[in-house]
C-alpha cells in the first residue's frame, strides 16, 4: 500500500498544515513556512516537549476523560495497539522549540509505545536549520 503523502507537492503539504494553523503562535507567517513529509520523524524530539514519563501521564489522563466525561471508550486507546496512519503536524520554531500543530494523542501513543520514528508533517521557517 502507497503512502499518499510521501506523494504530495510542497503545497498541499501546506495546506494539510494549514488546517491547524490556528495551534501555532503567529510569530512566522504561515507562507513562510516549508512544509515536507518525513515519514521517520524521530520520535525521541518529542521529549523535548516533554519527558516519557509525563507523556504517559498525559494520554491516561485523556484516556480517562474519553471513557469517563465523553462515554468513548474507543476514542484513544486504540492508538496505543494499531499503527499510526495519518502524520502529525509539527513545526520546528525558529526559538528551537518543536511545536505539536496536530497530533498531540498520536505523539503521545508513539512515545508511550517506544516507537523509533512516526510519520509527520514538518515546517520550518526560512533560513532554520533544524536541531538534530
Known amino acids: 500500500m502507497s503512502d499518499p503523502y510521501s506523494t504530495m507537492t510542497a503545497v498541499e503539504l ?3 498544515a494549514r488546517v491547524y494553523g490556528d495551534n501555532d503562535d503567529g510569530s512566522v507567517p504561515m507562507d513562510e513556512i516549508s512544509w515536507s513529509y518525513d515519514p521517520s520523524f524521530d520520535v525521541s524530539r518529542l521529549l523535548s516537549i516533554m519527558n516519557g514519563d509525563k507523556w504517559k501521564e498525559w494520554l ?3 484516556i480517562e476523560m474519553s471513557i469517563v466525561e465523553l462515554e468513548d471508550p474507543d ?3 486504540p492508538l496505543l495497539v494499531q499503527d499510526i496512519v495519518e502524520p502529525t503536524v509539527v513545526f520546528d520554531h525558529p526559538d ?3 511545536h505539536i ?3 498531540w494523542h498520536r505523539c503521545a501513543s508513539a512515545v508511550v509505545k517506544r516507537a523509533e520514528t512516526m510519520k509527520v508533517v ?3 521557517a526560512p533560513g532554520y536549520v533544524p536541531r538534530p
Do not use: F, I, K
Request: charged share 35%; no cysteine.
Open 14 to 16: 501546506a495546506e494539510y
Open 96 to 98: 528551537g522549540t518543536l
Open 101 to 103: 500543530w496536530d497530533g
Open 122 to 124: 514538518y515546517g520550518v
Open 75 to 77: 476514542r484513544w486507546t
Open 60 to 62: 491516561d489522563d485523556e
